[in-house]
């Protein structure tokens, strides 16, 4: 309880929280990151995902290729791009290698969820004169989405737990405040940084699973 009591006492210090280096700025340079991130990931791997699903071809082999990002140590991704002509290129190759790391889940939660839709009712639908358009925007979109959002919300806390390892190679976000603890051997700030990643993980978390239930499409009104 005495760590945790002085990580408190860390926390609750105004002078932490304010200058380049305080809490709020490192939030800000965390929550950046991962939300850049987090956005190409969507970008990428959705439709890939949801037209593989639709078509109902390619989609393990997309998956397969995918899941080599999580066989990749992020910190090595960091490593290689850090002795690259892309070092002096700012955030570029944290968000490149957390890009890789969300990729994974996205894609393989969103092609199951359309490989997933009941065959019938699908059939159903094509029965009823729907066009293949029609079929997947109010029929293969609304029930996959349960397994899209699933998707979105563990690589969402994947990302924002994974951002702090930025700051082992010089980079922004709230892992500088961790790593700073390390260096001047300040075990309440290690904690604290620790506490304020987790809160921020479980805050993304909340914020996505109050989007999922507000606008799920088979939400009943």
């Not at 609304?142 to 700051?167: K, N």
């Not at 010089?170 to 051997?185: E, M, P």
Request: proline content about 5%; glycine content about 12%.
């Amino acid at each position: 309880m005495g760590v945790l009591a002085d990580a408190w006492t860390w926390l609750t210090t105004g002078s932490h929280w304010s200058g380049e280096g305080g809490v709020w700025n490192r939030l800000g340079e965390h929550v950046y990151v991962s939300g850049v991130a987090l956005a190409l990931a969507c970008a990428i791997a959705l439709p890939v995902a949801l037209y593989l699903g639709h078509i109902g071809k390619g989609g393990a082999l997309a998956v397969n290729i995918s899941n080599v990002g999580r066989a990749i140590p992020v910190f090595a991704v960091l490593a290689l791009f850090m002795v690259s002509p892309l070092r002096s290129a700012g955030y570029l190759p944290t968000i490149t290698a957390l890009v890789l790391f969300a990729v994974p889940p996205l894609l393989t939660n969103a092609y199951v969820g359309m490989r997933e839709v009941d065959r019938a009712v699908l059939e159903a639908a094509r029965g009823m004169g729907m066009s293949g358009r029609q079929v997947f925007v109010r029929v293969e979109l609304p029930l996959a989405y349960p397994m899209v959002m699933t998707g979105l919300r563990s690589a969402s806390v994947q990302v924002v737990a994974t951002a702090t390892i930025a700051a082992m190679v010089g980079q922004g976000g709230l892992g500088r405040i961790i790593t700073a603890g390390f260096n001047t051997y300040n075990t309440p700030q290690v904690v604290a940084g620790a506490l304020l990643v987790a809160l921020l993980a479980l805050l993304v978390e909340g914020a996505l699973v109050a989007a999922n239930r507000l606008f799920s499409p088979l939400r009943q009104h």
